[in-house]
């Protein structure tokens, strides 16, 4: 038997997600709806897939570690400078760089109780101890939330706004309460997956001048290109660098860096998805009430449907999953797990959606 | 000042290598020719460009974070199982896996002083302590690494075979003799990024059940997939599960399997690019030797060139950069920092090499 070092061979035998592909390979066929993981339903940009045409033959060779044309147009996107850009193979090696890079095994770790599996995953992974806040309303409690970091010196206070599982937001002046509140020394995590759909008032300004606060974004959600795995943080110039010192320099692809290039130049495209992605939330709003369910308001690419209780919603998920071959998740923990959360789809996949859950629901 | 970690906040702020990307714009104009990184001059297959066109459009959903159908095709082709095979973002993932996996803080890693770089960063991230054997006569030295590996009672041994700098091999009797001698519960790690360049009787039969062994391949040289980041392991089940606790699942892209799935496919092109590689490294030693100097014997897809002392060997390398913009890299310390590495470039490209490096050595 080869050893583990303490912290790898301590930890359970856990993944984050379960895969569609997986459910496919049990059921023995495709997915006949795919609008679980928040995927965009509008594709990538007609020039992200022109970018990779154009590149594809070139992937010999290594990307430029430095990603210096990507962070230089990000930069200029948001008004920071490159140095406060922080390329990550998707969001989520963002989020296991922040915690690599400042939770030593033990140290507290401030979040939403039920919130995004892979950031617990991460802080688990380097040996966090998680002290959390329960979900208020099906909101992230930011007063409750300071409470909890302060009175345990929490070292990482990780935000998700606009949120996901539950689709909801938090004001600025929210926000700013919890930073006002940090403890000495602690960073303040901003997940902000979502933001392109975010309404007005709910994103606070970026100020890169600011150590204490990190924003996570990425090309995942509207821009289309969740499988090329292209996010960033925005942050101090410091703690940009210190990611320099353990992430994997050649990790973004070539090819993702430039797809993103290209649908960072095309605004116009995200401008359009984020208008149908609302057209689509109005949808299920109009279904949930039809059926009788609640859904809840969603700054994000899916609406949440509270069904009442978690065995109704695990029950409905299951039956839609096996009895109609739709793909959903939901939050795995009360009490959230009233919730189903429904990826906002391509008009006929709402309609298939409205379908095969007023099929289940007569049923069931 | 917010608080790093206590292994991040005292890591050196030092990245593994530096990209000729920097290098064009420190010289404010392209590289002419770009032959440091033992990237394929012979591109990706033309099936692995087939599939990224095929696929690019679909980037907006996540990949199979299982990598099932890769996986199953990788096991086929080594005739292990598929829990044998690891997915990672490039060999340079693996790696830092194993390293996190098997090390704490203080523990021993032996490898050759002066091996790859990648693999350093990723043991001084974790806070392992580097024990090494000197490279002798420019090979790894199989005995004096068994040595100081069982002296210091490692916990990894790192073996890059054939090997990166040198272009050298060793025997399977001499692998055989490292893994007979490693100490009890360590892990031998034989990096064999360059294995489809490997001459018969170099690489030892894969051993899945062999706990203390694990292998690791990629697409980026024989593949010409470097910019796709794929690599593989393959090891002991335990081992590969154990990567799945704390592996980024989503990070090897959807056009990255499916590119690389296809190239596995397409045998008869890694087949030529073998061909090919093998006429180019011919050149080299020809051109070695006409200008008095002396090419190393290689079993990779470059070639060292022996410039008889460290200084002139830094001094062509700069000269070359600077007045010919040609890119190559060498090692970084003695003795190895005799050698320039020269990757197989197109036919083109060796001619160019070989009168740019003609005009420099008349030069200097």
Redesign the interface.
């Known amino acids: ?8 061979g301590a ?7 379960v ?1 569609p ?2 459910f496919e ?1 049990r059921l023995g066929h495709a997915i006949r709806i ?1 609008i679980g ?1 928040n ?6 940009s007609p020039k ?2 022109a970018a ?2 154009a590149g ?11 990603g ?1 044309e990507l962070r230089e147009a990000l930069a200029r996107h948001h008004g920071v400078a490159r140095e406060n850009i922080g390329l990550g ?2 969001a ?2 963002l989020l ?1 760089l922040i915690v ?5 095994p033990g ?1 507290p770790v401030a979040m939403s109780h039920g919130g995004y599996p892979t950031f617990a995953f991460h802080v688990a ?2 040996g966090g101890k998680f002290v959390t806040a329960p979900y208020r309303d099906f909101r992230n409690d930011a007063s409750a939330l300071a409470d909890v970091a302060a009175k345990n010196d929490a ?1 990482l206070v990780y935000l998700s706004n606009p949120d996901n599982p539950t689709g909801s937001w938090l004001s600025i002046d929210e926000q700013k309460a919890v930073l006002a509140r940090l403890p000495a ?3 303040l995590v901003l997940d902000e997956a979502y933001s392109d759909f975010a309404p007005t008032g709910s994103l606070p300004p970026l100020d890169p001048d600011d ?2 606060v990190v924003h996570i974004r990425t090309f ?1 959600k509207a821009h ?6 292209v996010g960033y943080a925005i942050g101090a110039k410091g ?1 940009i ?2 990611f ?3 992430r ?4 973004v ?4 860096q430039e ?1 993103a290039l290209a649908s960072l130049g095309d605004q116009e495209f995200i401008t359009s998805v984020v208008a149908r992605v609302e057209e689509g939330k109005r949808d299920y709003v109009a279904l949930a009430e039809s059926l009788g369910l609640k859904a809840l308001p969603s700054a994000t690419n899916f609406v949440a449907i509270d069904m009442g209780d978690g065995d109704r919603a695990r029950r409905t998920l299951a039956r839609l999953l096996d009895d109609e071959s739709v793909f959903l998740r939901m939050p795995g923990v009360a009490p959230l797990d009233r919730l189903i959360r429904v990826t906002v789809g391509t008009k006929t996949e709402r309609h298939g959606f409205a379908a095969a859950l007023t099929r289940v629901l007569a049923r069931n």
């Not at 080869?2 to 912290?7: E, F, V």
């Not at 594809?56 to 430095?66: G, L, Q, S």
């Not at 289309?224 to 795995?229: E, F």
């Not at 994997?248 to 990790?251: A, C, Q, R, T």
């Open positions: 038997m080869i050893r583990y070092s303490r912290l790898v930890l359970p035998a856990v993944v984050p997600f895969p592909e997986a390979r795919r993981a995927e965009s339903a509008f594709g990538p992200a897939v990779i045409n594809a033959a070139r992937i010999n060779w290594y990307c430029d570690p430095e210096y193979i998707g989520d090696d296991g690599r890079s400042t939770i030593d140290d992974g380097f070292r020394g602690a960073l150590e204490r995942s289309g290109m969740a499988g090329a795995r703690l660098a210190t320099d010192k353990i994997h320099h050649f990790g692809t070539r090819l993702s797809a």
